[in-house]
């Protein structure tokens, strides 16, 4: 923790450059301008580092940077955000991407990049792939901030809300999505997937691994390529390419 002298004060000024250069010529002290003094409210007053006052107030500490990981491939990029996150980007994108400053913010329990232009919000995801109006990007994987373009894919808004059976509640009784146990029936598991509102229910099994699987038949059926599966691996074929990580 620093001392409490006006060095280490949010309220003191730091000298110019100029100033700080005609104090070194003229072989003296340059002081600080506190702009809360005890001894002048509201009148900027001059300081020295070493003074204490019972105004002080310490400076932020300085947000740490993000440390990229190196990259698995040359086909793989990182580019550093806030809050100690950074984006997944295709090599190819990367220049391209990196000449702005990016930020994360969260939504919900997912991560996303995005920064600001004249006032407006703009998304990495979105940048990259430039849905048509009334149009969203999907992350295929779940991970917002994977921004590769084989992980993002243009969809309906119900299509994304589909993929999002990934994010589990923290209240679950179960550590499959779709899949819950009723205290009614002890050992018991049941199954429930939903599609415009209307609920199919699948159960009781004895063996909650089973009940996942069913669910993923089931979520197959109803969501087609957009279903999030519990067993992506298991998946047929044609539906792996949209089930991974």
């Not at 300085?62 to 040359?74: A, F």
Request: hydrophobic content about 30%; some cysteine.
């Amino acid at each position: 923790m620093s001392e409490r002298t006006c060095a280490a004060c949010a309220y003191a000024i730091q000298p110019t450059p100029q100033q700080q250069f005609n104090a070194f010529m003229a072989r003296w002290t340059c002081p600080l301008t506190c702009m809360n003094h005890p001894d002048s409210p509201g009148v900027l007053h001059d300081t020295w580092p070493g003074n204490t006052c019972r105004n002080f107030r310490a400076k932020a500490e300085p947000k740490p940077q993000t440390v990229l990981p190196e990259p698995p491939n040359d086909t793989i990029r990182y580019i550093a955000l806030t809050q100690g996150k950074y984006a997944i980007v295709d090599a190819a994108d990367y220049a391209w991407l990196n000449q702005w400053k990016w930020c994360a913010a969260r939504t919900g329990n997912q991560w996303y990049a995005y920064r600001k232009h004249h006032g407006k919000t703009l998304c990495m995801h979105r940048l990259i792939m430039n849905p048509p109006t009334g149009m969203v990007v999907d992350h295929i994987n779940g991970n917002g901030l994977d921004n590769r373009r084989v992980n993002l894919r243009i969809c309906t808004q119900r299509q994304n809300t589909w993929n999002h059976g990934r994010r589990k509640q923290d209240n679950a009784t179960s550590r499959f999505i779709g899949v819950h146990r009723d205290k009614r029936h002890p050992g018991k598991c049941y199954v429930r997937v939903t599609r415009d509102g209307q609920a199919t229910n699948l159960g009781p099994f004895d063996d909650e691994v089973e009940a996942a699987r069913a669910r993923d038949r089931i979520a197959l059926e109803l969501h087609g390529p957009f279903a999030y599966l519990n067993f992506p691996d298991e998946a047929p074929a044609e539906n792996k390419a949209s089930n991974q990580g």
